[in-house]
Protein backbone atom coordinates (compact mmCIF):
# COMPACT_ATOMS: atom_id res chain seq x y z
CA UNK A 1 0.00 0.00 0.00
CA UNK A 2 1.57 3.21 -0.78
CA UNK A 3 1.89 5.91 1.69
CA UNK A 4 -1.09 8.54 1.65
CA UNK A 5 -0.75 11.93 0.21
CA UNK A 6 -0.10 14.64 3.15
CA UNK A 7 -1.91 17.11 1.44
CA UNK A 8 -3.47 21.04 2.84
CA UNK A 9 -5.25 20.82 6.42
CA UNK A 10 -8.66 21.30 4.83
CA UNK A 11 -9.89 18.78 2.25
CA UNK A 12 -12.01 20.71 -0.68
CA UNK A 13 -14.81 18.60 -2.45
CA UNK A 14 -13.05 18.39 -5.81
CA UNK A 15 -9.90 16.40 -4.42
CA UNK A 16 -8.22 13.57 -6.33
CA UNK A 17 -8.32 10.08 -5.10
CA UNK A 18 -5.64 7.89 -3.82
CA UNK A 19 -5.33 4.79 -2.57
CA UNK A 20 -7.05 2.84 -5.61
CA UNK A 21 -7.97 -0.04 -3.21
CA UNK A 22 -9.73 2.28 -0.64
CA UNK A 23 -11.23 4.85 -2.38
CA UNK A 24 -14.28 4.74 -4.33
CA UNK A 25 -15.70 5.57 -7.82
CA UNK A 26 -17.31 9.14 -7.53
CA UNK A 27 -20.10 11.25 -9.01
CA UNK A 28 -17.20 12.61 -11.34
CA UNK A 29 -17.06 9.59 -13.16
CA UNK A 30 -20.62 8.70 -13.96
CA UNK A 31 -20.32 10.50 -17.21
CA UNK A 32 -23.41 12.63 -18.59
CA UNK A 33 -26.50 12.37 -16.48
CA UNK A 34 -28.57 14.94 -18.73
CA UNK A 35 -32.30 13.53 -18.01
CA UNK A 36 -31.25 10.40 -16.04
CA UNK A 37 -33.00 9.41 -13.03
CA UNK A 38 -30.43 9.54 -10.01
CA UNK A 39 -31.44 7.66 -6.68
CA UNK A 40 -29.14 9.68 -3.92
CA UNK A 41 -28.90 8.00 -0.45
CA UNK A 42 -28.40 10.60 1.75
CA UNK A 43 -28.14 10.55 5.72
CA UNK A 44 -31.42 13.32 6.32
CA UNK A 45 -31.44 11.54 9.74
CA UNK A 46 -31.69 14.88 11.67
CA UNK A 47 -33.73 16.30 14.59
CA UNK A 48 -37.11 17.60 14.36
CA UNK A 49 -39.04 20.43 16.91
CA UNK A 50 -42.27 21.90 16.51
CA UNK A 51 -42.50 20.82 12.78
CA UNK A 52 -39.04 22.20 11.67
CA UNK A 53 -35.32 21.10 11.03
CA UNK A 54 -34.07 21.89 14.40
CA UNK A 55 -30.39 21.45 13.22
CA UNK A 56 -29.65 21.02 9.32
CA UNK A 57 -26.18 20.10 9.78
CA UNK A 58 -26.55 16.62 7.53
CA UNK A 59 -28.78 18.57 5.16
CA UNK A 60 -25.98 20.76 4.47
CA UNK A 61 -23.04 18.56 4.20
CA UNK A 62 -24.92 16.98 1.22
CA UNK A 63 -25.83 19.86 -0.85
CA UNK A 64 -22.50 19.51 -2.60
CA UNK A 65 -23.37 16.64 -4.13
CA UNK A 66 -27.10 17.31 -4.39
CA UNK A 67 -26.37 20.41 -6.39
CA UNK A 68 -23.41 18.75 -8.67
CA UNK A 69 -26.15 16.23 -9.62
CA UNK A 70 -28.81 19.26 -10.77
CA UNK A 71 -25.91 21.15 -12.34
CA UNK A 72 -25.22 17.77 -14.62
CA UNK A 73 -28.84 17.72 -15.48
CA UNK A 74 -29.68 14.62 -13.71
CA UNK A 75 -33.27 14.25 -12.00
CA UNK A 76 -32.81 13.41 -8.41
CA UNK A 77 -34.66 10.82 -6.46
CA UNK A 78 -33.08 11.63 -3.12
CA UNK A 79 -33.75 9.27 -0.23
CA UNK A 80 -33.31 8.70 3.80
CA UNK A 81 -34.57 7.41 7.16
CA UNK A 82 -35.66 9.68 9.86
CA UNK A 83 -35.63 8.78 13.50
CA UNK A 84 -36.71 4.91 14.33
CA UNK A 85 -39.82 4.35 13.18
CA UNK A 86 -40.72 0.67 13.45
CA UNK A 87 -41.41 -0.31 9.83
CA UNK A 88 -44.87 1.86 9.15
CA UNK A 89 -45.46 5.37 8.82
CA UNK A 90 -45.31 7.33 12.35
CA UNK A 91 -46.35 11.21 11.27
CA UNK A 92 -43.66 12.48 13.79
CA UNK A 93 -41.02 11.23 11.92
CA UNK A 94 -42.33 12.41 8.33
CA UNK A 95 -39.44 13.90 5.52
CA UNK A 96 -42.07 16.87 4.73
CA UNK A 97 -40.11 19.16 7.37
CA UNK A 98 -36.73 17.98 5.93
CA UNK A 99 -38.37 18.83 2.32
CA UNK A 100 -39.35 21.95 3.50
CA UNK A 101 -35.37 22.89 4.59
CA UNK A 102 -33.89 21.29 1.63
CA UNK A 103 -36.11 23.54 -0.92
CA UNK A 104 -34.35 26.17 1.60
CA UNK A 105 -31.60 25.68 1.50
CA UNK A 106 -31.34 24.92 -2.18
CA UNK A 107 -33.00 27.99 -3.00
CA UNK A 108 -35.77 25.73 -5.58
CA UNK A 109 -38.62 23.86 -4.93
CA UNK A 110 -38.30 20.22 -3.76
CA UNK A 111 -41.12 17.71 -4.76
CA UNK A 112 -42.73 15.52 -1.49
CA UNK A 113 -45.77 13.72 -2.05
CA UNK A 114 -45.53 11.45 1.55
CA UNK A 115 -44.94 8.71 -0.94
CA UNK A 116 -41.89 6.21 -1.13
CA UNK A 117 -42.78 3.27 -3.06
CA UNK A 118 -46.07 2.43 -5.92
CA UNK A 119 -47.70 4.78 -8.49
CA UNK A 120 -47.63 7.90 -6.78
CA UNK A 121 -43.60 8.01 -6.18
CA UNK A 122 -43.18 6.57 -9.54
CA UNK A 123 -45.42 9.36 -11.22
CA UNK A 124 -43.52 11.88 -9.40
CA UNK A 125 -40.18 10.34 -10.00
CA UNK A 126 -41.11 9.94 -14.02
CA UNK A 127 -42.50 13.71 -13.85
CA UNK A 128 -38.97 15.11 -12.73
CA UNK A 129 -37.26 17.25 -15.10
CA UNK A 130 -33.66 17.60 -15.61
CA UNK A 131 -32.07 19.65 -12.14
CA UNK A 132 -35.23 18.64 -10.41
CA UNK A 133 -35.42 17.31 -6.97
CA UNK A 134 -37.85 14.72 -5.08
CA UNK A 135 -37.75 13.49 -2.18
CA UNK A 136 -39.32 10.16 -0.68
CA UNK A 137 -41.23 9.68 2.03
CA UNK A 138 -39.00 8.48 5.40
CA UNK A 139 -37.50 5.00 4.00
CA UNK A 140 -37.84 3.33 7.16
CA UNK A 141 -41.91 3.46 7.03
CA UNK A 142 -41.37 0.30 5.07
CA UNK A 143 -41.02 -2.93 6.93
CA UNK A 144 -38.29 -3.83 4.29
CA UNK A 145 -35.69 -1.11 4.60
CA UNK A 146 -33.96 -3.08 7.63
CA UNK A 147 -35.03 -6.72 6.48
CA UNK A 148 -32.54 -6.91 3.66
CA UNK A 149 -35.87 -6.77 1.17
CA UNK A 150 -35.50 -7.76 -2.00
CA UNK A 151 -38.69 -6.80 -3.24
CA UNK A 152 -38.60 -3.39 -2.02
CA UNK A 153 -35.50 -3.34 -3.38
CA UNK A 154 -37.23 -3.53 -7.05
CA UNK A 155 -39.60 -1.07 -5.97
CA UNK A 156 -37.08 1.38 -5.12
CA UNK A 157 -34.84 0.19 -8.18
CA UNK A 158 -37.95 1.11 -10.58
CA UNK A 159 -37.81 4.55 -9.44
CA UNK A 160 -34.34 5.62 -10.83
CA UNK A 161 -31.37 4.94 -13.13
CA UNK A 162 -28.31 5.47 -11.43
CA UNK A 163 -27.51 4.98 -7.70
CA UNK A 164 -25.22 7.14 -5.62
CA UNK A 165 -24.54 7.08 -2.16
CA UNK A 166 -23.81 9.78 -0.14
CA UNK A 167 -24.67 8.74 3.24
CA UNK A 168 -21.77 7.59 5.07
CA UNK A 169 -23.18 7.93 8.64
CA UNK A 170 -25.50 4.27 7.23
CA UNK A 171 -22.89 2.89 5.43
CA UNK A 172 -22.15 0.44 8.17
CA UNK A 173 -25.47 -1.01 8.38
CA UNK A 174 -27.18 -3.30 5.49
CA UNK A 175 -29.85 -1.47 5.20
CA UNK A 176 -31.58 -2.45 1.87
CA UNK A 177 -31.04 1.09 -0.01
CA UNK A 178 -28.04 1.11 1.64
CA UNK A 179 -26.31 -2.66 0.79
CA UNK A 180 -28.84 -4.39 -1.26
CA UNK A 181 -30.71 -1.42 -3.81
CA UNK A 182 -27.00 -0.68 -5.34
CA UNK A 183 -26.58 -4.15 -6.28
CA UNK A 184 -29.25 -3.83 -8.73
CA UNK A 185 -27.82 -1.01 -10.56
CA UNK A 186 -24.88 -1.02 -13.28
CA UNK A 187 -24.02 2.35 -12.89
CA UNK A 188 -23.31 3.83 -9.39
CA UNK A 189 -20.72 5.50 -7.49
CA UNK A 190 -20.16 7.23 -4.73
CA UNK A 191 -21.29 11.33 -3.54
CA UNK A 192 -18.47 14.02 -3.08
CA UNK A 193 -19.57 13.65 1.18
CA UNK A 194 -19.20 9.84 0.81
CA UNK A 195 -16.06 10.36 -1.20
CA UNK A 196 -14.60 13.25 1.40
CA UNK A 197 -15.69 11.11 4.71
CA UNK A 198 -12.88 7.63 3.59
CA UNK A 199 -10.35 10.50 2.20
CA UNK A 200 -10.21 11.86 5.24
CA UNK A 201 -10.78 9.04 7.72
CA UNK A 202 -8.02 6.65 5.24
CA UNK A 203 -5.70 9.09 6.18
CA UNK A 204 -6.28 8.78 10.04
CA UNK A 205 -6.09 5.34 9.49
CA UNK A 206 -4.00 3.55 6.97
CA UNK A 207 -0.88 5.95 7.88
CA UNK A 208 -1.42 9.20 9.95
CA UNK A 209 1.73 11.40 9.82
CA UNK A 210 3.62 11.09 13.51
CA UNK A 211 3.26 12.12 15.88
CA UNK A 212 -0.39 10.86 16.37
CA UNK A 213 -2.40 11.56 19.06
CA UNK A 214 -6.02 10.30 20.14
CA UNK A 215 -8.60 11.98 22.27
CA UNK A 216 -11.10 9.82 23.17
CA UNK A 217 -14.38 10.92 25.39
CA UNK A 218 -17.74 10.07 25.90
CA UNK A 219 -19.67 7.58 28.11
CA UNK A 220 -19.40 3.60 26.94
CA UNK A 221 -16.06 2.06 26.39
CA UNK A 222 -17.75 -1.11 24.95
CA UNK A 223 -19.01 0.86 21.99
CA UNK A 224 -15.54 1.99 21.06
CA UNK A 225 -13.31 -1.37 22.27
CA UNK A 226 -12.20 -1.95 18.30
CA UNK A 227 -11.55 1.61 17.31
CA UNK A 228 -9.38 2.17 20.74
CA UNK A 229 -7.79 -1.14 20.07
CA UNK A 230 -6.60 0.24 16.11
CA UNK A 231 -5.85 3.54 17.76
CA UNK A 232 -3.62 2.01 20.64
CA UNK A 233 -1.80 0.09 17.67
CA UNK A 234 -1.02 3.22 15.85
CA UNK A 235 -1.19 6.29 18.22
CA UNK A 236 2.02 7.96 19.88
CA UNK A 237 -0.75 8.65 23.21
CA UNK A 238 -4.57 8.02 23.56
CA UNK A 239 -5.77 11.01 25.89
CA UNK A 240 -8.89 9.25 27.86
CA UNK A 241 -11.60 11.67 29.26
CA UNK A 242 -15.00 11.80 29.56
CA UNK A 243 -17.11 9.04 31.62
CA UNK A 244 -14.60 6.46 29.69
CA UNK A 245 -11.91 7.57 31.65
CA UNK A 246 -13.92 6.64 35.22
CA UNK A 247 -14.07 2.83 33.72
CA UNK A 248 -10.07 2.84 33.51
CA UNK A 249 -9.20 4.58 36.61
CA UNK A 250 -11.75 1.98 38.14
CA UNK A 251 -9.86 -0.58 36.37
CA UNK A 252 -6.07 0.85 38.12
CA UNK A 253 -8.41 0.45 41.62
CA UNK A 254 -8.67 4.11 41.93
CA UNK A 255 -11.87 5.31 43.60
CA UNK A 256 -14.46 6.82 41.33
CA UNK A 257 -17.31 7.52 43.45
CA UNK A 258 -20.53 7.42 41.58
CA UNK A 259 -18.91 8.53 38.57
CA UNK A 260 -20.19 6.94 35.50
CA UNK A 261 -18.63 3.16 34.98
CA UNK A 262 -19.27 0.54 32.22
CA UNK A 263 -18.94 -2.06 34.34
CA UNK A 264 -19.04 -5.25 31.33
CA UNK A 265 -15.50 -3.23 29.90
CA UNK A 266 -13.79 -3.18 33.23
CA UNK A 267 -11.77 -6.30 32.37
CA UNK A 268 -10.86 -5.41 28.82
CA UNK A 269 -9.87 -1.85 30.27
CA UNK A 270 -7.19 -3.76 32.84
CA UNK A 271 -5.81 -5.28 30.07
CA UNK A 272 -5.49 -2.39 27.77
CA UNK A 273 -3.52 -0.50 30.89
CA UNK A 274 -1.64 -3.31 31.23
CA UNK A 275 -0.40 -3.72 27.49
CA UNK A 276 -0.69 -0.39 26.00
CA UNK A 277 0.75 1.78 29.37
CA UNK A 278 2.73 3.72 27.94
CA UNK A 279 0.30 4.99 24.91
CA UNK A 280 -2.70 5.52 27.71
CA UNK A 281 -3.01 8.88 29.61
CA UNK A 282 -5.84 9.41 32.05
CA UNK A 283 -6.97 12.48 33.62
CA UNK A 284 -5.25 13.79 36.97
CA UNK A 285 -7.57 15.97 38.64
CA UNK A 286 -11.71 15.82 38.40
CA UNK A 287 -14.26 18.42 38.59
CA UNK A 288 -16.64 16.54 40.64
CA UNK A 289 -19.86 16.60 42.02
CA UNK A 290 -23.17 15.30 43.84
CA UNK A 291 -24.96 15.78 39.98
CA UNK A 292 -24.88 17.65 36.74
CA UNK A 293 -27.21 20.37 37.49
CA UNK A 294 -25.02 20.58 40.99
CA UNK A 295 -21.92 22.72 42.02
CA UNK A 296 -19.09 21.30 40.62
CA UNK A 297 -15.46 21.70 42.61
CA UNK A 298 -11.78 20.83 41.14
CA UNK A 299 -10.42 17.93 42.97
CA UNK A 300 -7.38 15.69 42.42
CA UNK A 301 -9.32 12.20 43.96
CA UNK A 302 -12.83 11.46 43.55
CA UNK A 303 -14.95 11.64 46.55
CA UNK A 304 -17.05 8.63 47.32
CA UNK A 305 -20.08 10.33 47.52
CA UNK A 306 -19.50 12.25 44.24
CA UNK A 307 -19.04 11.62 40.94
CA UNK A 308 -16.74 13.35 38.46
CA UNK A 309 -18.60 15.45 35.37
CA UNK A 310 -15.23 16.96 33.90
CA UNK A 311 -11.56 16.74 33.52
CA UNK A 312 -10.20 19.19 35.89
CA UNK A 313 -7.74 21.78 34.83
CA UNK A 314 -4.38 20.20 35.66
CA UNK A 315 -5.93 17.80 33.18
CA UNK A 316 -6.51 19.83 30.23
CA UNK A 317 -2.87 21.47 30.64
CA UNK A 318 -2.01 17.76 30.16
CA UNK A 319 -3.77 17.05 27.18
CA UNK A 320 -2.86 20.46 25.31
CA UNK A 321 0.94 19.33 26.01
CA UNK A 322 0.40 16.00 24.43
CA UNK A 323 -1.12 17.45 22.00
CA UNK A 324 0.84 20.84 21.13
CA UNK A 325 3.36 18.33 18.86
CA UNK A 326 1.19 16.08 17.02
CA UNK A 327 1.36 16.29 13.11
CA UNK A 328 -2.15 13.99 13.02
CA UNK A 329 -5.21 14.58 15.96
CA UNK A 330 -8.38 11.78 15.69
CA UNK A 331 -11.04 13.30 18.55
CA UNK A 332 -14.03 11.69 19.52
CA UNK A 333 -16.69 12.06 22.12
CA UNK A 334 -16.76 15.40 24.73
CA UNK A 335 -14.65 15.66 27.71
CA UNK A 336 -17.16 16.31 30.44
CA UNK A 337 -20.67 16.80 30.55
CA UNK A 338 -20.28 20.13 28.20
CA UNK A 339 -24.23 21.21 28.03
CA UNK A 340 -23.91 22.05 31.57
CA UNK A 341 -22.03 25.58 32.42
CA UNK A 342 -20.14 24.19 35.03
CA UNK A 343 -18.88 20.89 33.38
CA UNK A 344 -18.15 22.10 30.39
CA UNK A 345 -14.87 23.66 30.37
CA UNK A 346 -12.78 20.30 29.32
CA UNK A 347 -14.59 20.13 26.05
CA UNK A 348 -14.60 23.41 25.08
CA UNK A 349 -11.01 24.27 26.10
CA UNK A 350 -9.80 21.07 24.30
CA UNK A 351 -11.95 22.16 21.02
CA UNK A 352 -10.43 25.66 20.68
CA UNK A 353 -7.05 23.93 21.23
CA UNK A 354 -7.72 21.76 18.13
CA UNK A 355 -8.70 24.37 16.45
CA UNK A 356 -5.47 26.48 17.29
CA UNK A 357 -3.53 23.27 16.62
CA UNK A 358 -5.49 23.21 12.77
CA UNK A 359 -4.25 26.77 11.84
CA UNK A 360 -0.47 25.49 12.67
CA UNK A 361 -0.47 22.71 10.10
CA UNK A 362 -1.90 19.95 12.33
CA UNK A 363 -4.50 17.11 10.64
CA UNK A 364 -7.43 17.17 13.04
CA UNK A 365 -10.59 14.88 12.21
CA UNK A 366 -12.85 14.90 14.83
CA UNK A 367 -16.30 12.50 14.62
CA UNK A 368 -19.19 11.62 16.52
CA UNK A 369 -22.30 13.33 16.92
CA UNK A 370 -21.70 14.81 20.43
CA UNK A 371 -18.51 16.10 19.67
CA UNK A 372 -20.34 18.14 16.57
CA UNK A 373 -22.31 19.44 18.96
CA UNK A 374 -19.67 20.35 21.32
CA UNK A 375 -17.87 21.98 18.64
CA UNK A 376 -21.09 23.91 18.00
CA UNK A 377 -21.21 24.85 22.07
CA UNK A 378 -17.93 26.09 21.57
CA UNK A 379 -18.59 28.84 19.00
CA UNK A 380 -16.48 26.60 16.63
CA UNK A 381 -17.91 25.62 13.22
CA UNK A 382 -16.73 22.60 11.08
CA UNK A 383 -14.00 24.78 8.78
CA UNK A 384 -12.13 25.12 12.06
CA UNK A 385 -11.26 21.22 11.40
CA UNK A 386 -9.57 19.62 8.99
CA UNK A 387 -12.69 17.13 8.70
CA UNK A 388 -15.37 16.90 10.82
CA UNK A 389 -17.21 13.42 10.27
CA UNK A 390 -20.60 12.86 9.95
CA UNK A 391 -20.70 9.50 10.83
CA UNK A 392 -21.05 8.29 14.39
CA UNK A 393 -20.72 4.29 14.50
CA UNK A 394 -19.42 4.32 10.52
CA UNK A 395 -16.61 6.46 11.80
CA UNK A 396 -15.70 4.02 14.39
CA UNK A 397 -16.00 0.67 12.51
CA UNK A 398 -14.43 2.15 9.70
CA UNK A 399 -11.69 3.31 12.17
CA UNK A 400 -11.39 0.11 13.43
CA UNK A 401 -10.69 -1.72 10.47
CA UNK A 402 -13.63 -3.22 9.90
CA UNK A 403 -15.23 -2.86 6.39
CA UNK A 404 -18.69 -0.66 5.93
CA UNK A 405 -21.39 -2.73 4.22
CA UNK A 406 -22.59 0.77 2.32
CA UNK A 407 -18.95 1.19 0.96
CA UNK A 408 -18.19 -2.38 -0.10
CA UNK A 409 -21.27 -2.58 -2.89
CA UNK A 410 -19.96 0.58 -4.36
CA UNK A 411 -17.33 0.79 -7.19
CA UNK A 412 -13.46 1.24 -6.56
CA UNK A 413 -11.98 4.46 -8.25
Not at 83 to 110: F, I, N, T
Request: charged share 25%; aromatic share 8%; proline share 6%.
Amino acid sequence: MRELASGPPTLPYNFTLYEEDIMKRTIDALGDLKGKRVFLRVDFNVPLEGGRVADDYRIRNSLPTIKALMAKGARLVVASHLGRPKGAPEPKYSMAPVARALSELLGSDVAFTGALVGPEAQKAADALRPGQVFLLENLRFHPGEQAGDEAFAKDLRALADVYVNDAFGTAHRKDTSVYLLPTMFQEKAAGLLMAKEVEALARVRENPEKPFVVLMGGAKVSDKIRVLEAMLEKADKVLIGGGMAYTFLKAMGKEVGRSILDEESLGWAEDAIKKWSKVILLPVDHVVGQSPDAPGMVSDDIPPDAAGFDIGPRTVDLFKSELSGARTVFWNGPLGVFEKPGYARGTLEMAHWLKDMVGRGCFVVTGGGDTVSAIHSAGLSDEDFSHVSTGGGATLEYLGGIDLPGLSVLPDA
